[in-house]
């Protein structure tokens, strides 16, 4: 039973360099979400999708893309990374925001 | 945008000892969860409170929603080394579809 998975789980990117953060559920979930967790702040939502086509911005969205071509898959695209986006990144999943939210193992992205 | 305070930030306290973690708002939630985080691994959901005033217990957990619903509490009784971990709340906005807001959290450790 995968639940959500996340890859990588470790990544260390240059300033400029793009990537895409991959991010998976086989539950069936309609809801999922992006998160960036750093000290002192919790969790702030960088982009949500409540279903397959339809994506929508959160708290921090600059920097970030998203797309939702599937209901499985919601992958994070970072443009041009940037040091202030060194962080830990969860994906997470849910029938809707006010239900449980089922978190992937997070990415630990550095910057440099 | 709605925020979520919680308080206090940090709580080290010892083994068999009583604690309350409290997160507020101005804003009204249609529900709220409260989530614990260990290191190294994303958020697990502990509890979720729909109704103002609204008490539920989970063992040693008690957790309260206020009357109001903009305010919740967490409180552990005989606190356990098991215990120590991140705390997280978490509001659903009901007319911000989508948005899940979370607190900055409580990192608790509990001494033997």
């Known amino acids: 039973n995968a639940g959500v998975t996340q890859t990588p789980k470790f990544q260390v990117l240059k300033t400029g360099q793009s990537m895409t953060l991959q991010c998976a559920q086989d539950?069936?979930?309609?809801?999922m979400s992006w998160y960036r967790q750093d000290p002192g702040m919790g969790l702030r939502l960088i982009h949500y999708s409540v279903g397959a086509g339809i994506t929508d911005q959160g708290e921090v969205p600059n920097g970030y893309n998203v797309s939702r071509s599937t209901t499985e898959d919601f992958p994070l695209r970072l443009l041009s990374a940037a040091p202030s986006q060194t962080s830990v990144y969860f994906c997470?999943?849910?029938?809707?925001?006010?239900?449980?939210?089922?978190f992937g193992p997070g990415t630990r992205l550095t910057v440099t | 945008t709605q925020l979520l305070e919680q308080s206090p930030q940090f709580l080290s306290i010892q083994e068999g000892e009583n604690l309350t973690v409290y997160c507020n708002s101005s804003s009204v939630f249609s529900s709220l969860q409260w989530y614990r985080q260990e290191p190294g691994e994303g958020p697990v959901l502990l509890v979720t409170?729909?109704?103002?005033?609204e008490v539920k217990k989970l063992k040693r957990l008690t957790f309260q929603f206020g009357d109001a619903r903009k305010d919740s509490s967490l409180h552990i009784t005989a606190a356990q080394t098991g215990d120590t971990g991140l705390y997280l709340c978490?509001?659903?906005?009901?007319?911000?579809?989508?948005?899940?807001?979370f607190g900055q959290g409580t990192i608790l450790t509990v001494h033997p």
């Open positions: 997470a999943s849910s029938y809707n925001p006010g239900y449980e939210q089922y």
């Open positions: 409170v729909v109704t103002g005033g």
């Open positions: 978490a509001g659903d906005g009901g007319t911000s579809y989508g948005k899940l807001t």
């Open positions: 539950m069936n979930h309609e809801y």
